[in-house]
């Protein structure tokens, strides 16, 4: 099989149902290498399990799914997830697990502590490392759960609307940060969201999906305004243009 | 308790309770209530004797190796029911009828299979004590975050990895009060074994002061029995609130 480069995933004809439901019907979508890319559309219509069935969380009723050109079936070394909820173990320190994702590889204690320490100090959270969760914030919380992400070294990053349990400031702060990571970590990111503005702000490939049956309905490239500093960003005509367009598409889809 | 604008240590009734037991017992009313002060009496006299530690110690053994095995059997079964469905559905019948089972009445079979001895109080104890911590384990297996358990799985967690640090953690607030609930039954699994199988340990004693009527003895050696059932419940959920403070965020 040949594979094109410029992807880190392939997605080709994924279905998925659960019983008679139709979840995924034939759905095909390309994730360039070292970009962002936002699955983006109303509830229901699939955003999360697509996503699942790239982590190899959940399995696709037929289709495959390509990671560097090889299918997967399962969870890999090649693909970090981070959690709507955290998912954070209450009962370890951040250190502890910053560092789990190494733990579960069998990375020997003082080595994988050294990197996570690195990715705590990327992320923020100096001095917090022997915190526990139940001690922190909700942004702090999801602070450790992309460097636990990020501590396992991933070539892709799958984020499952990673802001949308955190405050809105906290959230600002948050999708700023996230265009820095994207352009410093070269990853490839896959990141869920249903904020049309979230989804343009961060991205640099947006998938439309819409439900019953899901489908990829459009997929808008930002080009204009991705250079920009962070802050120009929401006053770049090109910006208010796509959320428009973006919208008037969904809005008839929304209950 | 706050009486009269003074708060109140915790149990202080029982002091009211204790006075009013030493009023009735100089009252002479029945032989059966001697004067609380005669019973600590007694309780200091036969404290060091020999029959004494040696009841102790045999009531201890039976105890803790009754006690450790329902944990190191029940706990992994409770996840197991809790993690897998089929596991669960063929043992969660017999969990419940156990559960609810009058346990005294198996007593003689347990002795036509395992004999008289030491080994028949033992599974006496451990009767008594698993049915709770198995339900409990499961029931904290059950309401584990399903995050987790992906987040380990996208991690690369084996099933191994999952149970030993993740099921087991998430469940560690329900365990404990499982296992605080089984050594209450414990104690009444020892006692019912040493009285019912053979005569030894605190069980040999009860029936010795019982049976010559002598009620301070009988009741010194029930205030040592309460007191340590106290003490080992008591240290047990202080471990649980230890571990509370995550109960509500998994």
Redesign the interface.
């Known amino acids: 099989m040949t594979k094109s480069t410029d992807n880190a995933v392939t997605v080709r004809n994924v279905y998925k149902n659960y019983g008679k439901t139709e979840a995924l019907r034939d759905l095909s979508l390309d994730f360039p290498r070292g970009q962002l890319t936002s699955l983006l559309g109303p509830s229901g219509c699939g955003k999360t399990t697509l996503l699942?069935i790239i982590?190899?969380?959940l399995p696709a009723t037929s289709g495959e799914i390509l990671v560097n050109g090889e299918a997967v079936k399962a969870?890999?070394?090649d693909?970090?997830?981070v959690?709507?909820?955290?998912?954070l173990?209450?009962?370890a320190s951040v250190m502890r697990n910053v560092a789990?994702?190494l733990?579960?590889?069998g990375v020997v204690k003082s080595e994988r502590e050294s990197i996570a320490e690195k990715y705590i100090r990327e992320v923020g959270l100096t001095g917090f490392e022997n915190s526990?969760?139940?001690e922190l914030s909700g942004g702090m919380r999801q602070r450790v759960g992309l460097a636990?992400a990020l501590s396992?070294d991933a070539q892709v990053l799958l984020m499952d609307e990673p802001f949308s349990a955190v405050d809105e400031q906290t959230r600002r702060k948050f999708q700023e940060d996230l265009l820095g990571l994207v352009k410093n970590e070269n990853k490839t990111f896959i990141f869920v969201t249903h904020s049309i503005e979230e989804a343009v702000y961060v991205s640099d490939q947006i998938a439309i999906l819409l439900p019953r049956p899901s489908r990829v309905m459009e997929i808008i490239r930002p080009s204009g305004f991705r250079d920009k500093e962070v802050d120009s960003i929401r006053r770049d005509p090109e910006y208010l243009d796509i959320v428009d367009r973006i919208w008037a598409s969904l809005r008839s889809y929304v209950e | 308790m706050t009486l009269f604008g003074y708060k109140l240590p915790n149990m202080s009734s029982l002091i009211l309770w204790g006075i009013l037991w030493e009023i009735i017992g100089q009252m002479e009313l029945t032989f059966f209530l001697p004067p609380l002060s005669d019973i600590f009496t007694t309780l200091f006299e036969i404290g060091g004797t020999p029959p004494f530690i040696n009841a102790l110690k045999e009531t201890a053994l039976a105890f803790s190796v009754g006690t450790l095995s329902a944990i190191v059997i029940g706990v992994p079964v409770g996840i197991l029911m809790g993690k897998n469905q089929l596991i669960d559905e063929l043992l969660l019948p017999w969990v419940n009828l156990f559960l609810s089972a009058p346990l005294t009445a198996l007593v003689p079979v347990l002795m036509v299979l395992f004999g008289f001895g030491l080994k028949s109080i033992i599974i006496t104890t451990a009767l008594f004590a698993i049915w709770i911590i198995v339900l409990n384990s499961r029931a904290g297996v059950r309401q584990i975050n399903q995050s987790l358990v992906e987040m380990s799985k996208s991690f690369g967690a084996t099933q191994m990895n999952a149970l030993t640090k993740i099921y087991f953690w998430a469940a560690l607030p329900e365990i404990l009060s499982g296992v605080r609930i089984g050594f209450i039954r414990a104690v009444k699994g020892v006692i019912i074994g040493q009285l019912l199988i053979s005569i030894v340990g605190f069980g040999s004693l009860f029936e010795l002061y019982a049976s010559n009527f002598l009620m301070s003895h009988f009741w010194a050696v029930l205030i040592v029995l309460f007191a340590l059932s106290f003490i080992i419940a008591e240290f047990l959920a202080y471990l649980e609130r230890r571990v509370d403070y995550y109960a509500s965020r998994r």
């Open positions: 699942k982590a190899g969380l969870p890999g070394p693909r970090a997830f959690f709507q909820d955290f998912a173990m209450p009962w789990f994702g733990e579960l590889r526990y969760p139940h636990r396992v």
